[in-house]
């Protein structure tokens, strides 16, 4: 059974910090990872996505990719009181399809 | 931008009813799929299209089925409703398989 995990929380980080959420994957053949932002009562929204190793940032929002250790992070710089919400990371696998973890409940604290 | 409308955001129904939960995109996306999300669960796939009249069992189909007659639309059916379906459930589309999937605004259900 091919899984895709992350750390429940909550995990609470003070306005302004750096908020790092992690997720790993069992597939070794993933080729896809995406990061979606949901608030409580609403749909997915896409953050980000990222297909290869390294970094890739778009404003306060890096994701981070090591295929070899089958890890994907979000680290989101300045965090601000709206971005408390749960974070949940996707993985396409070697199948085409699209696993996705629990997600991570993330509180910015004022 | 890519719009996806479900065709109600909240949904109270008795058990042993037929529901038809319905979903459109307009985005001329190939991939469409139902979900439902329950606390704790996370997101559970319930069935999948990859094209027109074309469906595939997700993870957890016992209970329902779906229909698929043109490309913008995919219909989610509960044939007779129960109680452990009470969830929200989500609608998706994508492009491709590996795409992003864009989610509907989600519909919760409540059967009594």
């Known amino acids: 059974q091919k899984e895709v995990e992350q750390n429940s929380g909550p995990l609470s980080v003070p306005e302004g910090a750096i908020a790092s959420l992690n997720c790993t994957y069992s597939d070794r053949g993933s080729q896809s990872f995406f990061w979606y932002r949901q608030y409580s009562g609403k749909s997915p929204e896409l953050i980000m996505s990222?297909?290869?190793?390294g970094d890739k940032e778009d404003g306060r929002f890096t994701a981070q990719l090591n295929k070899a250790s089958q890890y994907v992070s979000l680290l989101i710089r300045d965090s601000q009181p709206s971005d408390s919400a749960t974070y949940l990371c996707a993985v396409c696998d070697r199948d085409d399809k699209i696993i996705f973890g629990k997600g991570t409940r993330l509180h910015i604290l004022p | 931008d890519v719009k996806v409308t479900q065709s109600s955001r909240y949904l109270v129904k008795r058990t042993g009813e037929k529901v038809f939960l319905e979903c459109v995109q307009d985005?001329?996306?190939?991939?469409m799929f139902w979900y439902r999300q329950d606390p704790g669960l996370g997101l559970r796939l319930i069935y999948f299209s990859y094209d027109v009249k074309m469906k595939e069992k997700g993870d957890i189909p016992e209970g329902y089925s779906v229909s698929r007659e043109k490309k913008e639309r995919f219909s989610l059916i509960l044939e007779s409703a129960s109680t452990n379906q009470t969830s929200m459930y989500l609608c998706?589309?994508?492009?491709?398989?590996?795409?992003?999937?864009?989610f509907g605004p989600g519909t919760r259900l409540t059967v009594l």
């Open positions: 985005m001329d996306h190939e991939n």
């Open positions: 990222i297909y290869s190793n």
């Open positions: 998706a589309s994508s492009l491709n398989p590996p795409d992003t999937q864009y």
